[in-house]
């Protein structure tokens, strides 16, 4: 799970104080032999199914894109688990902005 890369509700984008902590994770990366990755985009409970799973996908899609800008070479598969795997309560300001995420799982080559 990316603790510091978290999104504003309803957008996608990136914001600026993410940046550092996702090239950390790209400067990670280029220096291991990754056989894939997966990008796992996450929303709160508000709104509807569809429109949570798109917004899941496009979060996964934003940070993968941003791992290729930074010269990630390495197969990406894009997910959206939407509202259905929480890490916090939705009933708060605080737990919604948590499940407002994007978790990724590396597959290293040993």
């Known amino acids: 799970t990316l603790p510091d890369i978290l ?3 309803g957008s996608a984008i990136l914001t600026p104080s993410s940046y550092n902590f996702l090239d950390s994770i ?3 990366l280029s220096s291991v032999t990754v056989d894939s990755v997966i990008a796992d985009g996450h929303t709160d409970s508000i709104g509807t199914y569809e ?3 798109k917004l899941g996908y496009e979060r ?3 940070v993968t894109e941003y791992f290729r800008r930074k010269y990630i070479k390495t197969d990406f598969l894009i997910r959206s ?3 259905l795997r929480p890490v916090a309560p939705n009933n708060t300001p605080e737990g919604r902005k948590r ?3 994007v978790e990724i799982y590396l597959y290293v080559r040993e």
């Open 81 to 83: 688990s939407s509202s």
């Open 26 to 28: 790209s400067r990670f």
């Open 60 to 62: 996964a899609t934003s």
């Open 7 to 9: 999104f504003q509700s």
């Open 99 to 101: 499940n407002r995420r």
């Open 51 to 53: 429109s949570n799973m």
